[in-house]
């Protein structure tokens, strides 16, 4: 069964700041990962999806890599905004969605 | 990208009663899933909503508890029924549109059983 952890469990980086969150999987048979944001209380929000194929995606300030054979994914948020403070989680994909327990970010003004 | 309407997006509810949760797509899709979010927990799935036919639940979690409705490709609702405070979560409709493994969230019903 594919097991899904995220790195830290939460983090506090001061505005501006680049920052990467991890992600690890355990089977790398998956046909995609997709990032996702979650704010307190609400649903989640589609970040970025990159396919089994692909190496990374790219959204304004956000990239997201994708190693599937080390089963590994980050996300990369560059120049950091108290906006982004959120719980951002990973999920991979092979005939159902296997999510990661989230990183916690807080972004200090 | 799809656009997900849910309904309630919060109710507190006395132990006993049963509450029906809607998702509305504003298209056809070809997948629908009910997911349960436990108090600082990531999500689990709880079941399939199949168009026309029986809900595919996922390993402890039953129709009876959680009963689940398709009746066209844009709407599914789910049930939580006797509920308990152990019930009290969010609960979130995702679909992938058709052909695609992308998946899209409603914003969730926030759930407490008192």
């Known amino acids: 069964k594919q097991e899904v952890t995220q790195i830290p469990a939460a983090l506090s980086v001061p505005e501006g700041e680049n920052l990467v969150l991890n992600c690890s999987f355990t089977?790398?048979?998956?046909?995609?990962l997709q990032w996702f944001r979650q704010d307190p209380g609400k649903g989640l929000t589609s970040l970025l999806l990159?396919?089994?194929?692909?190496r990374e995606q790219t959204s304004g300030r956000l990239n997201a890599s994708l190693d599937k054979s080390s089963g590994r994914s980050t996300l990369y948020i560059a120049a950091s905004q108290p906006g982004d403070s959120a719980t951002y989680l990973c999920?991979?994909?092979?005939?159902?969605?296997?999510f990661g327990s989230g990183t916690k970010l807080n972004v200090k003004p | 990208s799809a656009v997900i309407s849910q309904k309630p997006s919060r109710d507190i509810c006395q132990r006993g009663t049963s509450l029906t949760i809607q998702c509305q797509v504003d298209?056809?899709?070809?997948?629908m899933f009910w997911y349960r979010q436990q108090p600082g927990q990531s999500l689990t799935l709880i079941a399939t909503?199949?168009?026309?036919?029986?809900?595919?639940?996922e390993s402890g979690f039953v129709i009876d508890k959680f009963p689940i409705s398709r009746p066209n490709l844009t709407f599914s609702t789910l049930t939580v029924s006797n509920m308990s405070p152990e019930d009290s979560s969010i609960y979130l409709c995702?679909?992938?549109?058709?052909?695609?493994?992308?998946?899209?969230f409603g914003q969730g019903t926030r759930l407490t059983v008192v």
């Open positions: 995702s679909v992938e549109e058709s052909g695609d493994t992308e998946a899209f």
């Open positions: 089977d790398s048979a998956i046909y995609n």
């Open positions: 990159i396919q089994s194929s692909q």
């Open positions: 999920a991979t994909y092979f005939n159902k969605f296997y």
């Open positions: 298209s056809q899709v070809t997948m």
């Open positions: 909503a199949n168009q026309g036919s029986e809900a595919t639940y």
